[in-house]
């Protein structure tokens, strides 16, 4: 929780002086964004592109932990798990709308760190701010982030355009920000049982920060252009790689399979992993909060990416009666199944 010497009830400044101060800084940036914050609702203006638009809510105690998320880090993971979504799409993010709904708690310097993390992604992924609504919040912190963007429409990417042969490719390496979680409940447990002993925390950063600092990987639909590669179907890792595997299956009325030893794990995250007791492919499988990218591409296309050491090939299409399995490192078929998060679970 937010502890401050210094604190300014929200209640001084009012709705429209909180929205003035928070969002001041903030820079228009893209010609399509006509009309930003301060009309009634933002102009955009595309006309030679198709427009891709997002929403996710996240509510404090399901979706974060404030006893070990910091506020910065809050809004800026807030704003990089929207922005994947339009990744995931093959599309360029332009714009976003950020709202927020906050209990008497908080003060306004307590917000603004929100929005330092929301600043700082917005520099560092050339977005703009154009709008967004605040409000009181009898249940804890609650956020809402839309992010707007722009593709050509022959380059839009569906979750069901898998076929058969193709093969499944995924960016980066997986698992990292489950066990950082794992890390931060331990600690968090810890503490809770006695205030007196100090997180422990060394040599885990990679996977912390995997954790509470994601990065949309607007990076690989850059590479993917450069390559001239139009990916056959394309989701973000959210939920763990099965499930998503899945989604791309069932839409696409295909079966996979993939292997084991071709899953990209971090040597940290497979460590870590160990020394909690957890297998390191369940949490590449089930874990999820990578936001990383799972595409599937035509073979012709294997030869324009092999080298490249961030994209990892896993597996391919197969027909549907097939179904989705993993084969294993021991060479055994295990059937495939999605374990991942669920948004309501009881």
Request: glycine share 8%; aromatic share 6%; net charge negative.
């Amino acid at each position: 929780m937010f502890e401050n010497k210094e604190r300014t009830d929200l209640a001084e400044l009012g709705e429209f002086g909180l929205i003035d101060h928070l969002t001041s800084n903030f820079k228009i940036r893209h010609q399509t964004s006509v009309k930003g914050i301060g009309d009634d609702a933002a102009v955009l203006n595309s006309p030679d592109k198709q427009v891709l638009i997002s929403t996710d809510l996240l509510l404090e105690g399901v979706h974060f932990d404030l006893a070990y998320v910091p506020l910065m880090h809050l809004g800026y993971k807030a704003v990089q798990v929207n922005l994947s979504d339009i990744y995931a799409m093959n599309g360029i993010a332009s714009q976003i709308t950020f709202s927020i709904g906050l209990s008497s708690k908080f003060p306004l310097e307590a917000v603004e760190e929100i929005y330092k993390g929301v600043e700082l992604a917005c520099n560092q992924f050339n977005i703009d701010l154009i709008g967004g609504d605040t409000s009181s919040s009898k249940q804890g912190l609650v956020i809402s982030v839309t992010s707007i963007g722009y593709a050509a429409a022959a380059d839009v990417v569906y979750r069901n355009g898998a076929n058969e042969g193709d093969l499944i490719c995924v960016s980066g390496d997986l698992g990292g920000a489950y066990v950082g979680l794992q890390i931060l409940e331990r600690e968090k447990q810890i503490f809770l049982e006695n205030p007196k002993i100090q997180p422990d925390l060394e040599g885990k950063d990679y996977i912390i920060e995997r954790q509470l600092k994601p990065e949309g990987r607007r990076d690989i639909v850059d590479l993917l252009a450069q390559m001239k590669i139009v990916p056959t179907s394309m989701i973000d890792v959210s939920d763990g790689l099965a499930s998503e595997l899945m989604h791309i299956c069932k839409q696409s009325e295909k079966g996979c399979t993939i292997y084991e030893e071709k899953i990209p794990i971090d040597p940290m995250t497979y460590e870590t992993a160990r020394e909690l007791g957890i297998d390191p492919t369940v949490c590449a499988l089930n874990g999820g909060e990578d936001y990383e990218l799972l595409f599937t591409i035509k073979q012709a296309d294997y030869d324009r990416l092999k080298h490249d050491v961030d994209i990892s090939i896993i597996g391919h299409i197969t027909d549907q009666p097939s179904g989705c399995r993993m084969v294993s490192k021991s060479n055994v078929v295990h059937e495939l199944k999605a374990q991942g998060w669920s948004a309501f679970k009881k």
